[in-house]
């Protein structure tokens, strides 16, 4: 209802209210706002300032026209109300179908999308009131976003490609003989199979770790740092290998295991206890002597006097509580009892028909014993009993053997060069092949872990075999070929730990050699250049650890290594 007074129409309170209510000055754009603000300052100025000269009949249609602009606006706010209390969405999609035109137009532009909004830019098109950002406006915005579509649509896309599983290279991912033909997707499935039944699973550089690469977003500076374990502790990364390195060895001079009695005589034996820090010592001057071992004295434990008998031989039993001995030219040879402190000589072994007894092996499992006989016989003897259990025959002379560190296999090496592989129980003989290029072998020796042969020639070559080819072929090839002895190889040692071979000649001083293995290279610094210190090397043995290394010489010492390399005895 619209009253009149003074020449001013003014709304009733109520419909003020409503106006003020709806926000009609807050929810129309922009555009029209102003317009209707220009309209009505030009309306009340019309009426504040009536114009001079009108008469009657003009002023009371100008009332008119107003009265009928001010109904046609309650009409409108109380219709803006009323949509107010709907949904911005609704609102929008209302005036873009049933009215406003202005408003129709911008959220047009709204659902046109991005591409409308850059057209516009270009264009200066752009409604200024957009960059207020309005509740009603971001409102509409969040629910007309518009969808991304692709480009265009590849028909051979959705058509499933079809693999060949007869082909040579997948052949083998089969599991039927219906899976002639996979799609590409069961086929990639089948690879992702066969890789993690290959790998365990997936690997860790493969997997992605959305939690790591959140941290890493908040900060750059400590992502770096995430990835990298070896930056979060401190220490030695680099560790010495457990394995002996070739090239120089590393060793010290010790003070001689016999210091404390030095012989007069040539030394023919020395060994180290197999289970304590002990050597023995043995020689043409009859006696057999025990010192302990600490590198720096060396203190003698004992010696042993035998009358009118220059050991020829001496080794310890495979438990290391007796000491066998045999000399030059004599048939008997002796037992020395160290935990009784008896010495037994055994001058007759029923069944044995030897003039003289000088070679001879023990065991490593302590049960057999035995004695190279003239002839090409082999005897074994039960260290229990002493008592003969069998002999064996080669062609020609034997020279000498070797047990097998399982004890099962006798390896021989003979006057001819053949070597002959005997079955210990059975005492057959398993295999026999030639030593390449020996013409009369003079030593052998075989590894603590059964992997190697050494065989000596009189040339001074050492032909080194797989364990393996000597029981299978009858002519092997040598893995290695050692020619640094130009003289007879008479000894031959494998360390305990298999990584060092060494041979020797005594016809020759200083004809010493330690070879690094598996890589079958001499260490080029022992025996120590223009240094005569070795003299002619009788026996070598190393430590039950390869700590230590002793060669006994012809000049009644036996001489002491320490290497470095092993930290135990």
């Keep these: ?62 009332r008119g026209g107003h009265m009928a602009a001010a109904a046609e606006e309650i009409r409108r706010a109380q219709h803006l109300a009323l949509v107010a209390e709907k949904p911005a969405a609704e609102r929008g999609l209302e005036e873009l179908l049933f009215g406003d035109v202005e408003e129709g137009d911008d959220d047009l532009q709204r659902l046109q999308g991005p591409l409308a909004k850059v057209d516009d830019v270009l264009s200066g098109n752009l409604l200024e009131g957009e960059s207020d950002g309005s509740e009603v406006d971001n409102e509409m915005e969040d629910n007309f976003l518009p969808s991304e579509k692709p480009a265009w649509v590849d028909e051979d896309d959705e058509v499933e490609e079809i693999i060949d599983m007869t082909h040579r290279y997948r052949k083998n991912m089969m599991k039927s003989d219906a899976e002639k033909k996979l799609t590409k997707e069961k086929l990639q499935r089948r690879l992702q199979e066969q890789f993690q039944s290959a790998m365990g699973a997936t690997p860790s550089w493969a997997q992605r770790d959305r939690k790591k690469k959140v941290r890493k977003a908040r900060d750059e500076d400590d992502s770096e740092d995430e990835g990298d374990e070896l930056m979060h502790k401190t220490g030695n990364f680099v560790t010495v290998s457990d ?58 434990i004992q010696s042993i006097h035998l009358q009118s008998f220059p050991v020829y031989k001496a080794r310890f039993s495979a438990d290391g509580e007796q000491v066998i001995a045999t000399s030059i030219h004599n048939k008997r040879f002796y037992i020395y009892d160290m935990m009784a402190g008896k010495i037994i000589p055994i001058t007759h072994i029923r069944g044995l028909e030897e003039k003289f007894i000088k070679n001879f092996e023990v065991s490593p499992d302590g049960r057999f014993l035995l004695l190279n ?57 398993l295999n026999r092949f030639s030593d390449e290029g020996c013409m009369c072998g003079t030593s052998i020796a075989v590894s603590k872990n059964n992997q190697y042969v050494a065989c000596g020639s009189s040339s001074g ?7 393996d080819d000597c029981l299978r072929e009858t002519s092997p090839k040598p893995l290695k070929a050692i020619m640094n002895l130009v003289t007879p190889a008479t000894s031959l040692s494998f ?46 043995d190393f430590s039950p650890r390869s700590g230590y290394f002793s060669i006994a010489n012809n000049k009644g010492k036996a001489l002491l290594y320490r290497l470095k390399h092993y930290s135990d005895f």
């Design 373 to 429: 006989g003239t002839s090409g016989y082999l005897h074994l003897l039960t260290m229990k009993t002493k008592e003969l259990i069998g002999s064996m025959k080669i062609n020609g002379k034997s020279l000498e053997s070797s047990f097998s560190p399982d004890s099962s296999k006798i390896y021989t090496h003979s006057v001819q060069g053949e070597v002959f592989v005997w079955d210990v129980k059975s005492r057959r003989c």
């Design 1 to 62: 209802m619209v009253t009149e007074r003074e020449g001013r129409f003014r709304f009733p309170r109520r419909e003020r209210a409503g106006l003020s209510a709806s926000g009609l000055w807050s929810r129309e754009g922009r555009g029209s706002m102003e317009a209707r603000a220009e309209g009505r300052r030009g309306a009340s100025k019309g009426r504040k300032r009536p114009r001079v000269g009108k008469g009657p009949l003009e002023r009371g249609e100008e």
């Design 461 to 467: 070559v050492v032909n080194v075999y797989a364990q």
């Design 495 to 540: 360390s305990p730990t298999t990584e060092i071979l060494a041979i020797a000649s005594n016809k020759v001083d200083e004809a010493v050699k330690l070879v690094h293995i598996p890589s079958f290279t001499v260490f080029p610094n022992f025996p120590v250049f223009k240094k005569k210190l070795i003299y002619l090397a009788n026996s070598m």
């Design 243 to 300: 394995s002996l390195p070739r090239g120089f060895l590393q060793m010290k001079n010790c003070k001689f295991a016999n210091s404390e009695r030095l012989s007069d005589a040539k030394l023919t034996t020395v060994q180290f206890h197999p289970s304590a820090q002990v050597i023995m010592t043995a020689g043409l001057d009859r006696s057999v002597s025990l010192f302990q071992v600490d590198g720096i004295a060396n203190p003698k």
